[in-house]
Protein backbone atom coordinates (compact mmCIF):
# COMPACT_ATOMS: atom_id res chain seq x y z
CA UNK A 1 0.00 0.00 0.00
CA UNK A 2 1.14 3.43 -1.24
CA UNK A 3 0.85 6.50 0.69
CA UNK A 4 0.20 9.83 -0.13
CA UNK A 5 2.51 12.62 1.77
CA UNK A 6 1.81 15.82 3.26
CA UNK A 7 4.69 18.39 4.21
CA UNK A 8 4.63 21.22 6.46
CA UNK A 9 7.68 23.04 7.28
CA UNK A 10 8.55 23.57 10.76
CA UNK A 11 11.12 23.24 13.45
CA UNK A 12 8.90 23.77 16.24
CA UNK A 13 8.71 20.73 18.12
CA UNK A 14 4.75 19.30 19.52
CA UNK A 15 3.83 16.98 22.39
CA UNK A 16 1.08 13.84 21.57
CA UNK A 17 -1.02 15.48 23.77
CA UNK A 18 -0.91 18.86 21.87
CA UNK A 19 -2.41 17.34 18.27
CA UNK A 20 -4.91 15.36 20.61
CA UNK A 21 -6.60 18.88 22.27
CA UNK A 22 -9.01 18.53 19.32
CA UNK A 23 -10.85 16.01 21.05
CA UNK A 24 -11.94 14.63 17.28
CA UNK A 25 -8.94 13.10 17.01
CA UNK A 26 -7.01 9.71 18.47
CA UNK A 27 -3.61 8.20 18.83
CA UNK A 28 -3.81 4.62 18.45
CA UNK A 29 -0.20 3.74 17.81
CA UNK A 30 4.11 4.85 17.75
CA UNK A 31 6.98 3.07 15.74
CA UNK A 32 9.19 4.35 18.63
CA UNK A 33 13.09 4.79 17.88
CA UNK A 34 13.57 3.57 21.18
CA UNK A 35 11.33 -0.17 22.81
CA UNK A 36 11.69 1.59 25.94
CA UNK A 37 9.83 4.85 25.18
CA UNK A 38 6.38 4.49 26.05
CA UNK A 39 4.26 7.03 24.82
CA UNK A 40 2.04 9.75 26.43
CA UNK A 41 0.63 13.30 26.15
CA UNK A 42 3.95 14.69 27.11
CA UNK A 43 5.99 13.00 24.52
CA UNK A 44 7.50 14.76 21.51
CA UNK A 45 5.94 13.47 18.12
CA UNK A 46 10.05 13.51 17.15
CA UNK A 47 10.80 10.56 20.24
CA UNK A 48 9.19 8.39 17.49
CA UNK A 49 9.87 7.31 13.94
CA UNK A 50 6.35 8.28 13.23
CA UNK A 51 2.80 8.43 15.14
CA UNK A 52 -0.40 6.92 14.06
CA UNK A 53 -3.26 9.00 14.40
CA UNK A 54 -7.11 8.78 13.15
CA UNK A 55 -10.77 10.07 14.06
CA UNK A 56 -12.19 8.32 16.87
CA UNK A 57 -14.57 5.74 16.12
CA UNK A 58 -14.45 6.58 12.60
CA UNK A 59 -10.80 5.82 11.63
CA UNK A 60 -10.10 2.14 9.34
CA UNK A 61 -6.32 3.01 8.59
CA UNK A 62 -5.77 6.18 10.05
CA UNK A 63 -2.82 8.24 9.59
CA UNK A 64 0.85 8.64 10.07
CA UNK A 65 2.24 12.03 11.72
CA UNK A 66 6.49 12.09 11.68
CA UNK A 67 9.05 15.20 12.50
CA UNK A 68 12.48 15.31 11.69
CA UNK A 69 13.51 18.71 13.44
CA UNK A 70 12.88 20.26 10.26
CA UNK A 71 9.36 19.72 8.65
CA UNK A 72 6.02 17.33 10.04
CA UNK A 73 4.64 14.81 7.77
CA UNK A 74 1.64 13.79 7.43
CA UNK A 75 1.08 10.32 5.69
CA UNK A 76 -2.21 9.11 4.65
CA UNK A 77 -2.31 5.20 3.19
CA UNK A 78 -3.68 5.84 -0.65
CA UNK A 79 -6.43 3.21 0.31
CA UNK A 80 -8.06 5.08 3.09
CA UNK A 81 -11.56 5.13 3.87
CA UNK A 82 -13.03 8.65 3.10
CA UNK A 83 -13.38 9.00 6.86
CA UNK A 84 -9.77 8.61 7.39
CA UNK A 85 -8.88 11.05 4.34
CA UNK A 86 -11.64 13.65 5.91
CA UNK A 87 -9.84 12.87 9.15
CA UNK A 88 -6.19 13.68 8.02
CA UNK A 89 -7.33 16.64 5.87
CA UNK A 90 -8.53 18.06 9.26
CA UNK A 91 -5.27 16.91 10.67
CA UNK A 92 -3.70 19.54 8.58
CA UNK A 93 -5.88 22.40 9.07
CA UNK A 94 -5.16 21.74 13.06
CA UNK A 95 -1.36 21.40 12.54
CA UNK A 96 -1.45 24.22 10.33
CA UNK A 97 -2.61 26.18 13.40
CA UNK A 98 -1.01 24.71 15.71
CA UNK A 99 2.61 25.80 13.82
CA UNK A 100 1.09 29.07 12.38
CA UNK A 101 2.53 27.84 9.27
CA UNK A 102 0.58 29.02 6.58
CA UNK A 103 0.82 25.96 4.16
CA UNK A 104 1.66 22.15 3.66
CA UNK A 105 2.73 20.61 0.57
CA UNK A 106 1.79 17.72 -1.35
CA UNK A 107 3.83 16.89 -5.15
CA UNK A 108 5.12 20.88 -5.10
CA UNK A 109 1.27 21.88 -4.60
CA UNK A 110 0.58 24.25 -1.84
CA UNK A 111 -2.43 23.73 0.42
CA UNK A 112 -3.52 26.57 3.37
CA UNK A 113 -5.29 26.07 6.09
CA UNK A 114 -8.81 26.35 3.82
CA UNK A 115 -7.90 24.98 0.91
CA UNK A 116 -6.54 21.62 2.48
CA UNK A 117 -9.96 20.77 2.93
CA UNK A 118 -10.81 20.68 -0.30
CA UNK A 119 -8.24 17.99 -1.42
CA UNK A 120 -9.97 15.77 -3.46
CA UNK A 121 -8.52 12.40 -2.77
CA UNK A 122 -11.32 9.92 -4.47
CA UNK A 123 -8.84 10.14 -7.55
CA UNK A 124 -6.09 8.87 -5.46
CA UNK A 125 -8.72 6.06 -3.66
CA UNK A 126 -10.56 4.83 -7.34
CA UNK A 127 -6.88 4.05 -8.38
CA UNK A 128 -5.44 1.95 -5.22
CA UNK A 129 -8.72 0.11 -5.24
CA UNK A 130 -8.29 -1.09 -8.67
CA UNK A 131 -4.28 -1.42 -7.74
CA UNK A 132 -6.12 -3.28 -4.60
CA UNK A 133 -8.54 -5.30 -7.22
CA UNK A 134 -6.06 -6.79 -9.56
CA UNK A 135 -3.63 -7.72 -6.30
CA UNK A 136 -6.99 -10.38 -4.95
CA UNK A 137 -6.56 -11.96 -8.07
CA UNK A 138 -3.26 -12.83 -7.64
CA UNK A 139 -3.36 -13.43 -3.90
CA UNK A 140 -6.42 -15.17 -2.39
CA UNK A 141 -5.69 -13.00 0.90
CA UNK A 142 -4.34 -9.16 1.03
CA UNK A 143 -3.72 -7.60 4.39
CA UNK A 144 -3.92 -4.20 5.18
CA UNK A 145 -3.03 -3.27 8.85
CA UNK A 146 -5.74 -1.32 10.06
CA UNK A 147 -5.71 1.26 13.18
CA UNK A 148 -6.54 -1.73 15.57
CA UNK A 149 -6.36 -4.97 13.88
CA UNK A 150 -5.36 -6.70 10.28
CA UNK A 151 -7.95 -6.25 7.61
CA UNK A 152 -8.14 -9.46 5.26
CA UNK A 153 -9.43 -8.79 1.94
CA UNK A 154 -9.85 -11.74 -0.52
CA UNK A 155 -11.84 -11.57 -3.69
CA UNK A 156 -15.50 -12.20 -2.08
CA UNK A 157 -15.00 -9.59 0.47
CA UNK A 158 -14.01 -6.92 -2.23
CA UNK A 159 -16.96 -7.98 -4.04
CA UNK A 160 -19.26 -7.04 -1.46
CA UNK A 161 -17.74 -3.70 -1.25
CA UNK A 162 -17.68 -2.02 -4.86
CA UNK A 163 -20.71 -3.80 -6.28
CA UNK A 164 -22.44 -0.94 -5.64
CA UNK A 165 -23.97 1.97 -7.47
CA UNK A 166 -21.19 4.31 -8.03
CA UNK A 167 -22.26 7.29 -5.84
CA UNK A 168 -22.25 4.41 -2.77
CA UNK A 169 -18.56 2.87 -3.67
CA UNK A 170 -17.02 5.29 -0.90
CA UNK A 171 -19.31 4.93 1.86
CA UNK A 172 -19.75 1.10 1.37
CA UNK A 173 -15.84 1.08 1.85
CA UNK A 174 -15.81 2.89 4.42
CA UNK A 175 -18.54 1.09 6.64
CA UNK A 176 -16.99 -2.10 5.92
CA UNK A 177 -13.82 -1.29 7.08
CA UNK A 178 -15.14 0.73 10.05
CA UNK A 179 -16.84 -2.49 10.80
CA UNK A 180 -13.69 -4.44 11.16
CA UNK A 181 -11.53 -1.89 13.68
CA UNK A 182 -14.54 -0.58 15.38
CA UNK A 183 -16.18 -3.93 16.82
CA UNK A 184 -14.66 -5.94 20.01
CA UNK A 185 -14.26 -9.23 17.61
CA UNK A 186 -13.68 -9.18 13.91
CA UNK A 187 -13.60 -12.16 11.46
CA UNK A 188 -13.16 -12.27 7.74
CA UNK A 189 -14.16 -15.38 5.91
Given at each position: ????????????????????????????????????LKPSADSLISDFHSVQFGVKEKSSLGFRLSFDGQAYQVS?????????????????????IL???????HDGVAYDK?????????????????ELTKEVKVHPIVEIMGVKRPIYINEL????IIHVPDEQLLNSYDQRLRFTQQLNAYYSE
Open positions: MKSVIFTIKSNQSLRIGEVLQAELFECYSVSAKDAGVPDLATASDWTGALMFLKTLLLDVTVCEDSILDFHFTDIFLSALSYLGQ
